[in-house]
């Protein structure tokens, strides 16, 4: 037998898209259906920010809520975990990006097919040495370790019985079962050295690299263990992982596609790896966060202050301060994402389509905090600052804390920075501080189910009832009813007056998805009516017809008659139309970065959610309209066509970020000018929208704007309403509506004309309230102050008195106050003079604003305060000789 220097000269060193590639085939062999990573923005599943695990995007098929495609099933999964985040770079085994291959049955083979696989897949595709794998099993699991000894081969003391903590796998109430492990032994160079070290041990020489979870109990959630009717095999192996034995390096970050992240980070840094400890650190978590980052851009996820966009833009702050701790100058993370794409776009192609996107967001977010954390860094000098006047070298774990929340500056980066003055932070405030956000955010989490779906009624109905929907070329039919329910339990029969959801055999109401809100109408039956409010999409494949019976009574098995409302699914078929439309008017005249970031469209109006990084010109606007109309004009026939999702994706088809789509998809065109992937319903010609109007372009989040408009019948509202307001303008302003613009212009001038006559009068009046004021004049310890009241003088006002009285004082200090419109202004001003005798306008003004109800403050030569009180003028006025006389030195 080979020994295991003598193996690794033999053995292969598969790169890691190369193994990829060989799993993914390798169980297509054993009849899996191979399916594409699903995007890691979760799909009906509340329980989850981002997928983490091969299996996460396959619950509704463990559990029989939806029908697999196949009921042998092999991936490998994108995926993201961030609760060792804070470890992430201190160590080369925390990351929170990685790959996860999968084989899955849901109900199919069991634990002799998933064992066997196993091992002839490390064994004899990847040619892992048998004698360096060592299986482990659930202790209780005698048939595992039977599988493994009598069939597989493997002597007995080289099975380890772990106990239920290490291979079990459950979560909570819901499908549940025992684990079997193989770890491989890397040789004594990574082992602690100890007598005795084996599997178990917590040092890096066994490494666990896959896991076969056989899904076979149910938990009821007290402890109670039923055996499944369909047992189902659940198996993850990381890919990193896998390739790190496979090329014999010390740890995932050696793996080659992330060893030419590594390299290009430390080109960028002009520094080696291993050769310093703390570069080191910054280097892999660097290297980690790019890789989360650019595949969360590529699923569509943007940055902002909460959920898993808070997610994105901490990890990517996390990476920028790290490149300024590595010395790299400048915006660094948008061009090394292109390194991302370029190693992985093998087995993620959407990486490559979506590149300029990608670098775009990075770029715009990596800007703004370069921003940020110089404001970041000024608030900390001012919080240190503040603790040297008071003579403190502990900084409050509730500022270390918003450093860290509104300035993204990690809690280490602010102790490093205290510690160059030898001042600490309150480290058990700042946990109190971050746990209560984690509180917080735990609170407002949605109850879920095991599947982290919103707990209905619906999760009670029969899995296997599923809908049809029809409604694509017809607007009525009739069907059987197979289910309805109220609000909180299945029932047989739904009366007059009484709401409930109503689900049939097949229907041609459209419910709500991708942006289009679901059908209203009517459900009949002879004499009985259910009016349909809203049409919902449910797991597996039903379609509820949420509503209220208005006459009669409803049973099921019933054979109803199901009609939409003609007019308004019309409309929103126009709207619907108009946003394929809109999206690609968009990426002509912005760019090839705008994306669909969301849209909703009914038979009122449309509203359209994209990509894009500042607002849009009116000039813009214009051009996106007018292509939209052009597009409309030239009566483009809407086509539909079902294909598989590869062949539509060759046709040059767009996809949405996240969206969730089967092996089957409608691909819509419209003539040569859009094609998309889209479920809804259109028109069948854009001459049928008629009309395209924009009435509002805004801002919704970080990088997404929003446009909504109108169509057909819209538009022509709308503009009737336009010319209703303007014949009520032209009507206000004595005029006809062609003259309105001119007759606006010349009220500007008068108004202009006004403003001037206004100005002088004011003029004129301050002049009259100055008088002979020099009598009103006081000495205040060898200064002149003088103090006014004036009656009905706005704050500019009171600032041109009293430049006028400063030069009519020559020097001294001028306080002048005024009641107008029930509030007080008030204003001091001191000259060069007053100043260096030690007046200051600014705390003067502080002294005294309080009893005109207000406050205020300023500059040593000038300040001003506002308040609610016109009777505290003369106190304050009285007050301000005493607060002068505090000044002077």
């Known amino acids: 037998m080979l020994n295991i220097q003598e193996a690794e000269k033999v053995r292969k060193q598969y790169g890691l898209n190369e193994l990829r590639t060989m799993f993914l085939d390798f169980f297509e062999s054993k009849g899996h259906l191979k399916m594409n990573s699903f995007s890691l923005i979760p799909h009906n599943d509340n329980s989850l920010l981002l997928i983490n695990s091969g299996m996460a995007p396959l619950k509704p098929y463990f559990t029989r809520q939806e029908i697999p495609p196949r009921y042998r099933v092999t991936t490998c999964q994108k995926c993201i975990r961030t609760g060792d985040i804070e470890n992430v770079g201190k160590t080369d085994r925390h990351g929170t990006f990685f790959e996860m291959l999968g084989n899955f049955s849901f109900g199919d083979y069991f634990k002799h097919e998933a064992i066997a696989w196993s091992w002839e897949f490390l064994t004899q595709v990847v040619g892992l040495e048998e004698d360096r794998l060592y299986p482990s099993i659930y202790e209780e699991d005698d048939e595992a370790f039977e599988i493994w000894n009598k069939e597989i081969g493997i002597a007995k003391d080289r099975i380890f019985r772990l106990g239920k903590e290490d291979n079990f796998w459950e979560h909570g109430a819901g499908p549940c079962g025992p684990c079997s492990e193989i770890y491989y032994d890397r040789g004594e160079k990574y082992g602690c050295g100890k007598p005795g070290c084996t599997v178990g041990c917590d040092c890096d020489r066994y490494m666990e690299i896959w896991n076969n979870v056989f899904t076979q109990f149910n938990n009821d959630g007290h402890g109670n263990y039923t055996t499944l009717e369909h047992k189902n095999i659940d198996t993850g192996m990381g890919l990193e992982r896998l390739a790190s034995v496979v090329q014999d390096v010390d740890s995932i970050f050696d793996v080659d596609t992330l060893k030419a992240l590594r390299d290009e980070i430390c080109r960028l840094a002009d520094c080696s790896y291993k050769e310093d400890a703390e570069k080191d650190v910054s280097i892999r978590l660097i290297t980690d966060h790019i890789r989360s980052v650019t595949f969360m851009v590529s699923d569509g996820i943007m940055p902002s202050n909460e959920g898993r966009g808070y997610v994105l833009r901490r990890l990517l702050r996390r990476a920028a301060r790290h490149g300024r701790l590595l010395g790299i100058k400048g915006n660094f993370l948008s061009d090394l994402s292109k390194k991302v794409v370029e190693v992985s776009k093998g087995g993620y192609p959407e990486l490559t389509e979506r590149q300029e996107f990608i670098t775009r ?36 774990g509730a500022d270390a804390f918003k450093l860290y929340d509104t300035y993204g500056f990690p809690v280490d980066l602010t102790a490093e920075i205290l510690d160059e003055d030898g001042i600490s932070i309150d480290e058990d405030g700042f946990a109190a501080a971050m746990n209560e956000q984690k509180e917080k955010a735990r609170k407002a989490r949605k109850t879920t189910n095991y599947m982290g779906a919103d707990v209905t009624v619906y999760q009670s109905i029969d899995t296997a009832i599923t809908s049809e929907f029809v409604g694509y070329d017809r607007l009525s039919c009739e069907s059987p009813v197979t289910v309805m329910t109220t609000e909180n339990e299945i029932v047989e029969a739904l009366v007059d007056g009484q709401n409930g959801t109503l689900f049939t055999e097949q229907t041609p109401f459209y419910a709500t998805s991708g942006g289009q809100e679901g059908d209203r109408g009517v459900i009949s039956l002879g004499n009985s009516t259910f009016v349909v409010k ?26 109803v008659t199901l ?42 109006h449309l509203r359209f959610d994209f990509t894009h990084f500042s607002a849009m010109t009116a000039d813009e606007i214009r051009q996106v309209e007018a292509i939209v109309n052009e597009e409309i004009n030239a009566g483009l026939p809407v086509l539909t066509k079902v294909m598989d999702i590869e062949e539509a994706k060759k046709t040059g088809a767009m996809a949405l970020f996240g969206e969730k789509y089967g ?26 929208i008629a009309l395209f109007k924009i009435i509002s372009e805004t801002g919704v989040a970080a990088g997404v704007r929003r446009i909504e408009a109108l169509t057909g019948q819209g538009v022509l509202e709308y503009y009737s309403h336009m010319e209703e307001t303007l014949n009520a303008a032209a009507a206000a302003a004595k ?30 009046m301050a002049k009259d309230a100055m008088g002979d004021v020099m009598d009103k004049v006081a000495e205040v310890s060898g200064v002149s102050l003088l103090t006014l009241e004036v009656a ?49 306008a600014g705390n003067l003004i502080k002294a005294i604003a309080s009893l005109v109800g207000g406050g205020g403050g300023g500059r040593p030569n000038m300040a001003q305060a506002g308040g609610k009180n016109p009777e505290g003028i003369v106190k304050a006025l009285e007050a301000a000789k005493a607060a002068l006389e505090k000044q002077i030195h």
């Open 735 to 764: 005029c006809e509506p062609s003259q309105l613009v001119k007759r606006i212009e010349g009220l500007h001038e008068e108004i202009k004309e006004l403003g001037r006559e206004n100005d002088k009068l004011k003029n004129q």
């Open 534 to 559: 809203d049409t919902i999409k449910l797991q597996g494949g039903k379609i509820g017809h949420v509503g209220t019976v208005t006459n009669g009574m409803f049973k099921t098995g019933d054979k």
């Open 361 to 396: 967001v990075l770029a715009e977010e990596e800007e703004k905090f370069n921003k940020t954390i110089d404001q970041g860094l000024n608030i900390l000098a001012e919080m240190k600052e503040s603790l040297r006047a008071k003579g403190e070298k502990v900084l409050s």
């Open 663 to 688: 092996d089957k998809v409608r691909v819509v065109s419209m003539g040569d000018f859009s094609k998309e992937l889209c479920g809804g319903t259109h028109v069948a010609n854009t001459a049928n």
């Open 563 to 604: 009609a939409v409302d003609e007019a308004r699914r019309t409309a929103a078929c126009k709207n619907h139309s108009a946003t394929h439309l809109l999206q690609k008017a968009l990426k002509i005249v912005l760019g090839n970065h705008v994306e669909q970031a969301g849209s909703s469209n009914n038979d009122k």
């Open 792 to 840: 009905n003088m706005d704050m500019n006002g009171l600032r041109n008195l009293g430049d006028q009285l400063k030069s009519k004082l020559g020097e001294g200090v001028v306080v002048l106050a005024s009641a107008a419109e029930g509030k007080v202004n008030l204003i001091a001003t001191a000259t060069d003079g007053a100043m260096a005798k030690g007046a200051h």
